[in-house]
């Protein structure tokens, strides 16, 4: 407050912004209620279209069914263990030698693996 009452063009522009205040809030406001309606308009019409990948349901008809279903990977997802009790094909699944290769330089992000988890 002392450099606002020596400059006087600092109290010129705190006055600027504590005046501009007000009306930058309603602005605010009639944004928020723009984007409220819309929200509420986007909900209600796609009403759950976006909960899969695949047309026909999202259990049906998927890739996901021909790669994993009924394998250690299902049951792995289904049922997740703590890095220590996983077997060592569980934990190569996160290594290099995975078959859901992410990342080409993994052992440089990572060189610590498979002692420790790298996620």
Same mark, same amino acid.
């Given at each position: 407050?002392?450099?606002?009452?020596?400059?006087?063009?600092?109290?010129?522009?705190?006055?600027?912004?504590?005046? %501009?205040?007000?009306? /930058?809030?309603?602005?605010? %406001?009639?944004?928020?209620?723009?984007?409220?309606?819309?929200?509420?308009? %986007?909900? /209600? +019409?796609?009403?759950?279209?976006?909960?899969?990948?695949?047309?026909?349901?999202? +259990?049906?008809?998927?890739?996901?069914?021909?790669?994993? %279903?009924? /394998?250690?990977?299902? =049951?792995?997802? /289904? +049922?997740?263990? =703590?890095?220590? =009790?996983?077997?060592?094909?569980?934990?190569?699944?996160?290594?290099?030698?995975?078959?859901?290769?992410?990342?080409?330089?993994?052992?440089?992000?990572?060189?610590?693996?498979?002692?420790?988890?790298?996620?």
């Amino acid at each position: 407050l002392r450099v606002i009452s020596r400059i006087p063009g600092i109290r010129v522009v705190v006055n600027a912004l504590l005046n %501009a205040l007000p009306d /930058t809030l309603n602005v605010l %406001a009639v944004i928020l209620i723009f984007i409220l309606i819309f929200s509420i308009f %986007a909900v /209600t +019409y796609l009403k759950g279209r976006f909960g899969m990948c695949m047309s026909g349901g999202p +259990y049906e008809n998927s890739v996901w069914d021909d790669m994993i %279903a009924n /394998t250690t990977f299902e =049951e792995f997802l /289904t +049922y997740p263990v =703590e890095w220590a =009790e996983m077997t060592d094909t569980e934990k190569s699944w996160f290594g290099p030698q995975s078959p859901f290769k992410n990342s080409s330089k993994f052992m440089d992000d990572c060189p610590s693996w498979p002692d420790e988890p790298c996620c």
